[in-house]
């Protein structure tokens, strides 16, 4: 497994658009999943120890996050002819085994994730009402190795952005396993 940052797309980017499938074929647009204040996409896949690590957090903080008035949303982009684990139908049990309040989106074409810069999940990227980007960072500072994933970075920049503050002046990249790109 090899540890990889994310690359921290600059502040104020505009949200890339989108529309991607669920693992069950149900299409989203990205306009669909803005809330009243704001989305926080986040990249993730089955298999990846650090995106394990946190997934049991997921689903709370997605409906925490909806009664605040933020969007939430899952995409995974791996490439699953070499990863099985994180194709569509795994993406469905495990949403459905984790309790997922959000879409999980899987990203064939991987087009989504290069627009995102993405490179690592998870990569986490949060967007104010007008779909500039406020946050993109770590989840928070736990790891698998180091102890209960409690979402504070998130949960900051959030409680930030629903004030009407300006984004954190601190923001850690994110790290965990390297996007699974095609060819």
């Not at 990203?107 to 995102?116: G, I, L, N, P, R």
């Not at 930030?160 to 990249?173: C, K, T």
Request: glycine share 8%; with cysteine.
């Amino acid at each position: 497994m090899a540890l990889t940052p994310s690359t921290m797309l600059p502040l104020g980017s505009a949200l890339p658009a989108f529309e991607l499938p669920d693992g069950a074929g149900h299409r989203y647009k990205s306009s669909e999943l803005m809330g009243r204040l704001g989305l926080f996409v986040i990249f993730i896949c089955n298999h990846c120890p650090y995106v394990k690590h946190i997934n049991a957090a997921l689903a709370p903080l997605g409906a925490e996050f909806a009664q605040l008035g933020v969007g939430m949303v899952a995409i995974s982009a791996n490439d699953v002819a070499n990863y099985p684990n994180d194709a569509p139908d795994k993406m469905v049990e495990a949403a459905n085994a984790l309790g997922y309040t959000f879409p999980y989106l899987y990203d064939e074409t991987q087009a989504v994730a290069k627009a995102f810069a993405a490179a690592c999940t998870p990569d986490l990227y949060l967007f104010d009402a007008a779909g500039k980007l406020v946050y993109r960072g770590q989840f928070d500072a736990s790891r698998p190795s180091n102890g209960l994933a409690d979402a504070s970075d998130i949960r900051r920049a959030v409680r930030a952005l629903v004030a009407g503050e300006p984004p954190l002046a601190e923001q850690m990249p994110s790290v965990g396993c390297n996007i699974k790109w095609k060819g």
